[in-house]
């Protein structure tokens, strides 16, 4: 499983990358704003996207663009139209939530993340 983290804090790229790594994911790449997780997956041209992933974690809090935003964009290319998006959030609020599910995410989690619902996630 193709694994993109997109996320601000270095330290939280450090703990998530961790985390799957020793829940036996390798295929674990890190972006640190939009603008890098946009370069790796090859949005150049906003209508394709070159590289495949089966699962964004994304940060809602990144520097360059409020992550619904990134969200919004990746729906909208097709070919990751259906990835799985998990938002994550400092913002753990029912309307973080609701404001996650409108911008395309499939699911929310609040922040530091909790490892075993990261796992239920992933085998869903």
């Known amino acids: ?29 890190t972006a640190e704003s939009a603008r890098h997780a946009f370069q790796y997956l090859g949005l150049e041209d906003p209508a394709q ?19 619904y935003e990134v969200a919004r964009r990746l729906r909208r290319v097709p070919k990751l139209a259906t990835v799985r998006l998990i ?17 395309g995410f499939d699911y929310h989690l609040g922040k ?7 796992e239920t996630l992933i085998a869903t």
């Open 1 to 29: 499983m193709a694994i993109l983290i997109v996320e601000s804090s270095p330290e939280g790229r450090d703990r998530l990358t961790s985390l799957l790594g020793a829940e036996g994911y390798t295929e674990v790449v």
């Open 49 to 67: 996207a070159t590289r495949d992933v089966d699962l964004i974690l994304l940060d809602i809090g990144l520097p360059d663009m409020e992550g």
């Open 87 to 103: 938002a994550v959030s400092g913002y753990d609020t029912p309307e973080a939530r609701s404001r996650s599910v409108e911008a």
């Open 112 to 118: 530091p993340v909790d490892l075993s619902a990261l």
